[in-house]
């Protein structure tokens, strides 16, 4: 069980970049996948990317492959989300989540824990 809290969301014009940070606390995260997830308004929760918290690996949702990238630091327990090209349509509401799990999910009921949610806002 963790508690998530998120940060660096913004405005920012299309093309710019924006890095996310997500800083947990709890016990342990040695088993858990994280993720980030999105939600503008009047749509359904999205999944963004994953990693899996102890070793590593990554995997993305189409809409961001290529321009988004998940990482983490261990040591200071944080998950980050780096944007690059932004474009108006990844305007939303960006949500941190962890599973207790080794395996990454795409669907927001198999999280546990959510953080409180980041603007980030894209104009042209």
């Known amino acids: 069980q963790v508690q998530l809290v998120e940060f660096g969301g913004g405005l920012v014009q299309a093309g710019g970049s924006l890095r996310l940070s997500c800083a947990a606390s709890g016990r342990t995260f040695s088993g858990y996948t994280m993720a980030w997830f999105r939600q503008a308004p009047g749509k359904e929760r999205e999944f963004g990317a994953a990693i899996w918290w102890s070793g590593g690996s990554t995997y993305y949702a189409d809409s961001v492959k290529g321009r988004f990238t998940i990482s983490r630091d261990n040591a200071k327990n944080t998950v980050y989300l780096q944007m690059n090209s932004l474009k108006p349509e990844d305007t939303a509401v960006y949500y941190c989540?962890?599973?207790?799990?080794?395996?990454?999910?795409?669907?927001?009921?198999?999280?546990?824990?959510w953080g409180q949610g980041t603007q980030v806002t894209v104009s042209s």
């Open positions: 989540a962890a599973r207790a799990a080794l395996t990454s999910s795409t669907s927001p009921g198999q999280y546990d824990s």
